[in-house]
Nanobody, 125 residues
Framework: QLQLVESGGDLVHPGGSLTLSCAAS????????IGWFRQAPGKEREAVAC????????NYGDSVRGRFTISTDNAKNTVYLHMNNLKGTDTGIYYC??????????????????WGQGTQVTVSS
């Protein structure tokens, strides 16, 4: 069974940077696509980014493209979400999710089988 644990959430000022981690255990991420999602208070969960390391190029949501980057460290079995130029609208609980995939990643949460517990990101002055 694949287990995911997010970390790195924090309070950060607008314009600041933050890196979230999604550490996997139980199985290697080599065969999985990873998605990052977030949910702001009172809003539905939205896709932020996804990646299938060694497969389909990473995809990003329109609101984060050019500011966020997803990367994978296979040796650590960990996926990262690097967030730059943060805005108040980036505030929310960030989740990572995984699904077995040969090549593609997905920007739809319904495609994912495994989820972490989430980590809080607050962007405020």
């Amino acid at each position: 069974q694949l287990q995911l644990v997010e970390s790195g959430g924090d309070l950060v000022h607008p314009g600041g940077s933050l890196t979230l981690s999604c550490a996997a255990s139980g199985r290697t991420l080599d065969d999985y696509a990873i998605g990052w999602f977030r949910q702001a208070p009172g809003k539905e969960r939205e896709a932020v980014a996804c990646d299938r390391s060694g497969g389909d190029p990473a995809n990003y949501g329109d609101s984060v493209r050019g500011r966020f980057t997803i990367s994978t460290d296979n040796a650590k079995n960990t996926v990262y979400l690097h967030m730059n130029n943060l805005k108040g609208t980036d505030t929310g609980i960030y989740y990572c999710a995984a699904v077995w995939s040969v090549y593609y990643c997905y920007m739809s949460e319904t495609e994912y089988d495994y989820w972490g517990q989430g980590t809080q990101v607050t962007v405020s002055s």
